[in-house]
């Protein structure tokens, strides 16, 4: 019962279709959201990473980006007011590495990519708002990147030191410790050396505390990253005990967990980076021996120092330190397996009960003295750690045969009476070091007056200047602009001088979200009412990747913020979806490092955006990876143009106004079978879409379409209700065209202005068996189908059971045997 034969049998002009579509979006502003959202509609706050612009997207960011678009598309059919903005990472290494391997400059680049990739990203078709779109490069947005520095700055919270860095040969730049992955550059892959200078921090540590703590209150956040930033904070509970230095008096504080093994301490071992090293009194021929193993134990990476396994080496500096509680002297040895980063850069040995510690003594022949024992009687090896739970004090002096936990409460009583010691907290989380000796960054606001100090300049922006020679010397390219450099002090007048080094670009995302919420205000940062009516963001949608940096860096100033009063919220967002990377055949993460990265735009231009969308939603579910192929693209091309796009041949104009709800005896045999593989399709689809599951979406809509198709009941109106329902459920995912469709239904206004199919309670169990499915042989799910469901219909089926799921994702399906109500069996290579 078609409307006409012209309306569905025509070519599928995709180029003039999705140009037309998008247009209409743009005309009628479909996607701008409100400055605030109604209450009375709720609002959904969808906020995808943003890009650095050094070069065209990829396959990666069209996976990013079009799941992004499918979670905000159906949000605004639940009928809520929809904020989806985007920008652009445009400043640091990334941008600037690019550019000076073409040999052009930064901001010229950069702007060239940025309209280069908003081109694409306007060609797919994504329900951004560009009438939010940031440019961190620009003085408009980094304005405010340095008005928050300063505000850091006036509480204490940015501030300068000198100490050993990371330090990249290959950037030649310094790098924070979240930006070393495995002693490497993240973005370079040089091996990072330690180097000796004075830079800018800003004090996370302070926020150690609540940025553990708060992670409860996230329930929307996958598990593995709450545990990478627990583990990355590393919150140890324990005592801080002072040794005493027997030559000069110098207290060195040591933090141990385990204060109940400090009878056991047979040496004191130093970080060769600590400054407690310099400060020892040795004589002339020690001081020679330490200072050039110091040296040499500085050309190691932290992971081989500090590693499981690898060799533990020292030098004794001949100088002792005394034990508070037995009064025994101990010799100090700087030893490379410390690490100055974590705690006070000083260790007490204790061989008997820690394994390192162990291979180290027996390395230099110095002493064991046993001081636990197991509390069941059990034979103890030297090096063993036993748990506090499970062991017993000895050769412990008034403290011995006492359980471990009695033994700590007594021993930590002693410290603190006595004056040498307290309970207290460590953390491994360093200060979070932002100075760059890099062009392409946001200049720190900060004066250097030789009378009045550091001095906050508010006299914002401070404009990058423009440069001719921008490559990386070593230290930052802004030195070398006296007209930037040399200035007149704020406060006396003098002559003065800038801060030359820029900021890490990671300080230009861990605001971003916020400045979307305002961002053509020229007075602030953002209006406080305004980010108060949007905050928290619903859904944050980014890689894993960024775990331990952005992640951790945004929720930081998020805290900040709220201690200032600027936001309600002191976390940023309530849920955080980590979306699969996506790699090429050879099974190699797309990188555009890597040079192996491959456009969208020309499947496309050959295939079509919805086609291409659909293709890389169907490959595999959100979260997984995908090993993308174009073979992908034919299954669903075949759906969309030979089912989908036929679907008006099952409409009938004249039936009157749309039901949506249906009783039994209303409807034929044929009819209520169609009516349960609605409801059931339409419950299945909402809540996989949910779930961010939208390969089995397809597969639902796959489904249903061949019941509708096959279906033999007599009832228009129900086959009216799921050409609509169909429509609806695609609209999100292939947007173009379910406009296209919605509008051949007879609609005037967006399908996106339709409200999501809701599912009939009383028509989701019809008459189901249950079938078990078996992968090579072995039993992985079961599935409930109709009793006359055909093999594809069990495959199917199978196919969105997400244990089935795991077991065939990344393998070919050569064969499938389906004994009908039994047993399907599927066979993978």
């Known amino acids: 019962m078609a409307v006409t034969e012209t309306q569905t049998k025509y070519r599928y002009d995709f180029a003039e ?10 005309e009628t502003e479909l996607f701008r959201a409100p400055e ?3 209450p009375k509609r709720g609002k959904f706050y969808l906020l995808v990473m943003f890009i650095y612009p050094s070069g065209d997207i990829h396959m990666g960011h069209f996976r990013n980006y079009i799941v992004g678009d499918a979670v905000a598309r159906r949000q605004m059919m639940n009928g809520k007011d929809v904020l989806h903005p985007l920008g652009w990472d445009a400043f640091g290494l990334p941008a600037e590495r690019a550019a000076i391997a073409r040999k052009l400059n930064p901001a010229d680049w950069t702007r060239e990519n940025i309209e280069l990739s908003r081109e694409t990203l306007q060609k797919v078709g994504i329900s951004f708002d560009w009438s939010r779109e940031v440019v961190t490069c620009q003085p408009d947005y980094y304005r405010w990147s340095q008005w928050l520095f300063l505000r850091l700055f006036e509480k204490g919270l940015a501030y300068r030191k000198n100490g050993l860095v990371n330090w990249c040969p290959g950037c030649l730049t310094v790098l924070a410790n979240e930006q070393v992955v495995d002693g490497k550059c993240e973005r370079c892959d040089s091996e990072v050396e330690k180097k000796e200078l004075e830079q800018w921090y800003f004090k996370i540590t302070d926020y150690a505390d609540r940025l553990i703590d708060s992670l409860d209150n996230l329930p929307g956040w996958p598990e593995n990253v709450k545990t990478m930033q627990r583990e990355w904070i590393g919150r140890s509970y324990g005592a801080e005990v002072e040794f005493e230095v027997d030559s000069c008096g110098l207290k060195i504080p040591v933090f141990t967990t385990r204060l109940d093994t400090i009878y056991g301490v047979t040496f004191m071992a130093l970080a060769p980076e600590s400054e407690i090293v310099k400060t020892l009194t040795m004589t002339a021929k020690k001081r020679e021996e330490v200072e050039a193993y110091r040296k040499q134990a500085l050309l190691k990476r932290d992971i081989e120092r500090g590693g499981e396994g690898e060799e533990k080496t020292g030098v004794d500096t001949g100088v002792c330190a005394i034990n508070p509680y037995n009064g025994e002297k101990v010799p100090i040895w700087v030893a490379d397996y410390v690490l100055a980063h974590y705690g006070s850069g000083a260790v007490m040995g204790v061989p008997a009960n820690d394994t390192r510690d162990l291979a180290f003594v027996e390395k230099y022949g110095l002493p064991v003295i046993q001081i636990l024992k197991r509390a069941d009687g059990a034979e103890t090896k030297y090096g063993e750690v036993i748990p506090i739970a499970e062991s017993v004090t000895i050769n412990s002096g008034d403290f011995s045969d006492l359980d471990s936990a009695v033994a700590i409460e007594r021993m930590a009583k002693r410290a603190e009476k006595e004056g040498f010691g307290k309970l207290a907290t460590q953390f491994k989380l360093r200060d979070w070091l932002i100075s760059r000796q890099r062009y392409w960054g946001t200049p720190i606001p900060i004066i250097h007056c030789p009378d009045c100090g550091l001095v906050a300049d508010e006299n914002l922006p401070v404009i990058l200047p423009n440069v001719t020679e921008y ?11 006296p007209e930037f450099v040399n200035v007149s002090c704020p406060k006396c007048g003098g002559k003065a001088k800038r801060d030359t080094d820029t900021m890490d670009t990671f300080m230009c995302s861990a605001w971003y979200h916020l400045r979307y919420l305002d961002p053509k205000n020229d007075g602030a940062a953002f209006d406080s009412a305004k980010a108060n009516a949007w905050l928290p963001i619903d859904k ?17 100033m998020t805290k900040f913020l709220h201690d200032l009063g600027l936001v309600d919220v002191d976390e940023p967002a309530s849920e955080l979806f980590n979306h ?3 790699a090429d055949s050879s099974g190699k993460v797309m990188s555009k490092s890597r040079g192996n990265v491959v456009s969208p735009i020309e499947l496309m231009e050959k295939r079509g955006v919805d086609v291409t969308r659909l293709a890389m939603y169907f490959t595999a579910p959100s979260e997984r990876e995908v090993l993308w192929s174009e073979a992908a693209v034919t299954g669903v091309e075949k759906f969309l143009l030979n089912k989908v796009y036929q679907l008006t041949d099952f409409y009938d104009s004249t039936a009157g106004e749309l039901k949506h709800y249906f009783k039994q005896s209303e409807l034929d045999s044929a009819g209520w079978t169609l009516y349960l593989s609605l409801n059931q399709k339409i419950k299945r689809a909402t809540d996989d879409f949910d779930r961010l599951q939208f390969n089995t979406v397809i597969s639902a809509m796959m489904e249903l379409q061949r019941d509708l198709e096959r279906s033999q009941t007599t009832s ?17 995912l292939a947007p173009h065209l379910a406009e296209e469709i919605w509008s051949q239904l007879g609609h005037t206004d967006s399908v996106f202005k339709s409200r999501w199919p809701e599912h009939d309670e009383g028509a989701m169990q019809g008459d189901l068996i249950t079938v078990a499915v078996q992968i090579n042989g072995k039993l992985r799910a079961e599935v409930r189908i109709a009793p006359d469901a055909s093999a594809e219909d069990a495959l199917n089926a199978a196919r969105s059971h997400e244990r089935v799921q795991a077991h065939i994702q990344g393998r070919r399906i050569v064969k499938e045997i389906y004994i009908p109500g039994r047993i399907l069996n599927i066979v993978v290579k």
């Open 17 to 26: 279709i999705e140009s037309r579509w998008q247009k209409t979006w743009s």
């Open 36 to 38: 605030r959202p109604d």
């Open 471 to 481: 490559a990386p010397k070593g230290r930052s390219p802004l030195a070398d602009v």
């Open 540 to 556: 944050y949608i980014g890689g894993i990747t960024h775990a331990t940096g952005h992640l951790m860096y945004f929720r930081f």
């Open 580 to 582: 699969g990377m996506v």
């Open 716 to 732: 228009v109106q129900l086959k009216n209700k799921v050409v609509f329902s169909l429509t609806q459920i695609l609209a999100p």
